[in-house]
C-alpha cells in the first residue's frame, strides 16, 4: 500500500514509518520537518501542517490509506497551549479526514489516547476525534481503527521500566499495533473499529493486584536476580498493576504486545552483566533494537 504518515517524525511516528517499510508497504511521512533517522531515509517526505488544509490536501492525494497521528499532547515538553492542543487535534484531524473523503481512502487508523475524556483540552479533543471518525465512517463507510494508545513519551530508561507497570507502552507495539489495523482496514476486516493498545506481563491476577507486595517474588521467579535488580536500581512498583483486556485486538488484528516488564527486566540484567552505563540511558534510542 501507499501509506501517508502524519506526525511521523514524532516518537510514535517514526517507529509506525519504520515498521511500514519492514512490511513493504511505500511510506509518505508528513511533518512540520524531517526526521534524522537514517533508516527512514528510503521513504517519501512532504511538509504538512495538518491545520492547513492545502498541505493536508497535498499530502493525501495518491494514498491507499492514512495513519493519523500527528498531534500535540499535554505533557509535551515544552508545553503548548490548550489553543494550539485544540487546533491541531480536532481541526486537523477534520482536515485530514475530509481529504480522505474527498480523495476516496478506505483504509484510515486514527490516533486516539487513554487519556479520551473530559478532564482537560487534550482529553476532550480526542472524544471529538472519535466522534469525527465515526461521523466519516458513517458518511463514506470508510474503514477506520481507533486506537487509544498509551503512554510513549520518550523518558530515562530505568523511569520507562517503571512505567511499563502502569500507563507506559513501549513504541514498537504502539507500531505493530497501528500496521497491523491499517492492514485489517484494508482488508476490510472492520467498519469502526477501537482497542487499547497497552502492555501484556502475563502475571497472575493476585500479582497484578497486589504487585508492591507479591511482585519482586514474581519478578524473581520469573528471572533469577530479578528482584535484587528492583532493589538495586530503586524502581518504585505501583500497589497494582494496570491491565487492560486485549483479546479483542488480538482476535480483530492479530495483534499481541511483546514487551513487558519481564523483557525490561532481562534487558537492564544484560546491560549491568556487561558493565554498561544504565542510569543515563534514554528510551527509545537505547532499547536493543532500536534505532535512535
Known amino acids: 500500500m501507499k501509506v501517508l504518515v502524519t506526525g511521523a517524525s514524532g516518537n510514535g511516528g517514526q517507529a509506525v514509518c519504520r515498521a511500514l517499510l519492514r512490511a513493504g508497504h511505500q511510506v509518505r511521512m508528513a511533518d512540520v520537518m524531517p526526521a534524522k533517522a537514517a533508516d527512514l531515509a528510503a521513504a517519501e517526505f ?9 498541505d493536508v490536501r497535498e499530502a493525501v492525494r495518491g494514498m491507499d ?9 499535554c505533557a509535551h515538553q515544552p508545553p503548548v497551549s490548550d489553543d494550539t492542543i485544540f487546533a491541531v487535534n480536532v481541526d486537523g484531524t477534520y482536515n ?20 479520551y475524556g473530559w478532564w482537560s483540552v487534550y482529553g476532550v479533543s480526542k472524544v471529538i476525534g472519535e466522534d469525527l471518525c465515526r461521523a466519516y465512517h458513517e458518511m463514506t463507510g470508510a474503514s477506520i481503527a481507533m486506537l487509544r494508545y498509551h503512554e ?17 507502552v513501549d513504541r514498537r507495539d504502539v507500531a505493530s499495533a497501528t500496521v497491523l489495523s491499517l492492514e485489517a482496514a484494508a482488508s476490510e476486516a472492520f467498519g469502526l473499529f477501537r482497542t487499547i493498545v497497552h502492555t501484556d506481563h502475563g502475571m497472575p491476577e493476585d500479582v497484578r493486584a497486589d504487585f508492591a507486595r507479591l511482585g519482586p517474588e514474581w519478578c524473581e521467579r520469573q528471572l ?52 554498561l552505563e ?3 540511558l534514554f528510551v527509545p534510542s537505547e532499547l536493543p533494537g532500536e534505532d535512535a
Not at 510513549?152 to 507506559?168: D, H, Q, S, T, V
Open 46 to 54: 512532504v511538509r504538512c501542517d495538518t491545520r492547513t488544509v492545502t
Open 65 to 73: 490509506g492514512v495513519i493519523h497521528l500527528a498531534a500535540w499532547h
Open 96 to 115: 485530514v479526514l475530509e481529504a480522505c473523503r474527498k480523495e476516496g481512502i478506505r483504509s484510515i487508523v486514527y490516533a486516539s489516547s487513554m487519556a
Open 152 to 168: 510513549f513519551i520518550p523518558r530515562p530508561y530505568l523511569e520507562f521500566g517503571a512505567r511499563l507497570l502502569r500507563n507506559g
Open 224 to 275: 533469577p536476580g530479578g528482584a535484587a535488580l528492583l532493589e538495586r536500581y530503586g524502581i518504585e512498583l505501583p500497589k497494582e498493576v494496570e491491565q487492560h483486556d486485549l483479546s479483542e485486538a488480538s482476535r480483530v488484528l492479530g495483534w499481541q504486545p511483546r514487551v513487558g516488564f519481564l523483557d525490561f527486566l532481562r534487558d537492564l540484567k544484560r546491560r549491568e552483566e556487561q558493565g
Open 278 to 280: 544504565i542510569r543515563e
